[in-house]
DNA sequence: CGCCTGTGAGTAACCAGTTTCTAACATTGC
DNA sequence: GCAATGTTAGAAACTGGTTACTCACAGGCG
């Protein structure tokens, strides 16, 4: 890198000390006026020198004011090309009050739900031209709120997939994290909108089409104990009339879906019902090794539509959800909150029911 | 639950004639030299007049030097305590030079390679204590590395998956977008360190596992023609001897490799090997559609092993490839380089074959 | 008792932009 | 011919920290 600072065309080694290093060196002291060349990146200060204007005139060039004559303009932009010069983002995020970046903060970086809020915020906020600080929280809830006020200092604004902090300490943040939403949950009397997925509906979705497939007896494959989607699935599960529920812990990965199959062979149930996409899969996989025929004999379910949830084998039942989409509007709605314009109200997006090969008649 | 907003305490309805929000009020304008309270947030200016010391000593206690006297110490933490101060992250890029912050450019979020970058990237970094920026380059590979530039004006450095800019624009470029590192990929004569996967070697291993089973036709999947790393899987394919290969253009999602089930079955080869995991799982199930019997007919495989491999049916014979250690290295590296060590040399991971059941002896 | 040294805190000069005034000049209107 | 108006571009005051100097004061030593 340094390196090439060695061949350039002849105009470098402006005589004496080419080398001054650390920006702000003696050299200052006694010439800093006309000094030789500070050496560093050009500085909107060496463009001025270059360009023979002021600093004010170079920043309004570079920041297309119409109010610079043609020629001027033309002579400043030739200066800052031939230093290579860039505005610093740093200072202008201090004078701008500003930083062009909003930041998102999940718990798990792993899970496909999340990813894709991700794909949609970025791309949304990418042709925007608003770069994307992400962070995961994989810690305790507590690590959670934290790490959103620490990204919080440095963006314009967050979006927030915050499963486990409790909402009084939402509520009593709010204020701070402004301006934000919240994604994959709701909290009364929050002062953000939030977009958020109607659990219950989705879980009614797929009790209807097991019912009338003739299930009576259901197992529910619980996700992490903490998790507010989980809580509202499982809630919306036990208030369906008419069912013979087992409830069995599990989680939220491949391996916790797997690793349940035997007991979901030995509770009897005709149907599983999985907390979402992964442990579904998972549970088929054990399934099949155990023998057990799906959906001859057990009917499966997932939640979430993930990309794989077309490849398991047999296709999996699932109930959609638009993750991108949630990307995107958290985006819009961010937009809005940081033009000072209102960022609307909760929405709560209807999961849809894809009905695939992984559900079958219940057996008699 | 919209329900509960309903009945709880009466503490929704806010009057919202409290609601003076703006800050930056016109109050700041008149008596702005001793005046009440800038009404602003509190910066280091009012923190000092507040606890009666200099600038100074506010911001050396805020770094916890030691030559402040512990007592003044105390008083000036009060007095940013009662004002609710935090250091604005901004001014202190500015000041410090530096900005607690990483970028990682990917071509692709969705591509579960990148994501595990990502994760491992986003834990290393997280522990020490630096945010990170992503980037997704969706875009024509020209877009890849204007945003890499981009990018590395809001951060002291990079973590690159370009898996399309050519060489030459990466090396001409090096030197401003340096420090970084460059993952999925090798580029002579640049000075930065790289952590690539020798796909000779994952094909190398796969070859051998499917002509031990004495496959001897072969068809690959290809990846995006783009790809550096189709090009070395492709290449590698090619040079090994013996085999009568077919190659059918894929691309890198479930999709693509679920449409390409049938030119398989058309080109008669026994063996399909498949550009990475998720063709792999795509043609398995067009296979299965087919009526064609995997590993009975036609053998398969992936490559990377990502989460899923092991749920597919039948699970998916593969070569895995640590990519979440891809991103924890990554960030040794460039912690090392942000701090003027040397990041190391190239380092390339030798995949490891794991034999499932997607494949089995050819047909005879 | 006076000089030297060390410590703690303040002054002011940075960091690199943006923006509000203001001044100089040209143009227009009466 | 002179005042009023309208451009430009510059000076200087911000944005909010950090830190190299400097200085005052206290204690140790000759």
């Not at 690590?143 to 967050?158: F, H, I, P, Q």
């Not at 499982?234 to 409830?247: D, I, K, S």
């Not at 090794?289 to 699932?318: H, K, M, Q």
């Not at 993750?323 to 849809?352: F, I, T």
């Amino acid at each position: 890198m340094k390196a090439s600072a060695q061949d350039r065309d002849g105009d470098d080694e402006r005589k004496e000390a080419g080398s001054g290093r650390a920006p702000g060196q003696a050299a200052g002291r006694i010439a800093g006026r006309r000094g030789p060349r500070p050496a560093g990146p050009a500085t909107i200060s060496s463009v001025a020198a270059a360009a023979g204007v002021s600093r004010a005139t170079v920043s309004r060039v570079m920041n297309g004011s119409p109010s610079v004559h043609p020629e001027l303009a033309a002579r400043v932009r030739a200066a800052a090309e031939a230093l290579d010069y860039e505005p610093s983002a740093a200072a202008r995020r201090l004078a701008l009050g500003r930083t062009g970046t909003v930041a998102l903060v999940v718990p798990d970086l792993s899970n496909p739900l999340f990813q894709n809020v991700l794909r949609g915020l970025s791309q949304a906020a990418g042709k925007a031209g608003c770069q994307l600080l992400v962070v995961e929280s994989d810690e305790d809830p507590e690590e959670e709120v934290v790490l959103a006020l620490e990204a919080r200092r440095n963006c314009d604004g967050l979006v927030l997939a915050s499963p486990r902090a409790p909402d009084g300490r939402l509520r009593e943040l709010s204020e701070r994290l402004a301006p934000f939403v919240l994604v994959y949950r709701e909290v009364a009397g929050l002062g953000a909108p939030s977009l958020s997925i109607d659990n219950r509906a989705g879980i009614g979705e797929i009790v209807a089409h097991l019912t009338a497939l003739g299930h009576r007896r259901l197992a529910y494959l619980a996700g992490p104990p903490a998790s507010a989607g989980n809580a509202e699935r499982l809630a919306a599960l036990r208030a369906a009339p008419g069912l013979e529920l087992t409830v069995l812990p599990c989680g939220s990965m491949f391996d916790h879906g797997h690793a349940a199959a035997a007991a979901v062979v030995e509770c009897g149930a005709s149907a599983v019902v999985g907390f979402n996409d992964m442990v579904a899969s998972g549970v088929l996989t054990g399934l099949r090794e155990l023998n057990v025929r799906v959906p001859g004999e057990v009917s499966v379910t997932g939640f979430d539509d993930i990309a794989f949830a077309r490849y398991t084998s047999p296709p999996l039942t699932t109930v959609s959800i638009p993750a991108n989409e949630l990307g995107r509007q958290a985006w819009e709605r961010l937009w809005a909150l940081m033009n000072g314009e209102s960022g609307g109200y909760n929405v709560r997006y209807q999961p849809r029911l894809l009905v695939r090969d992984s559900t079958g008649p219940a057996p008699s």
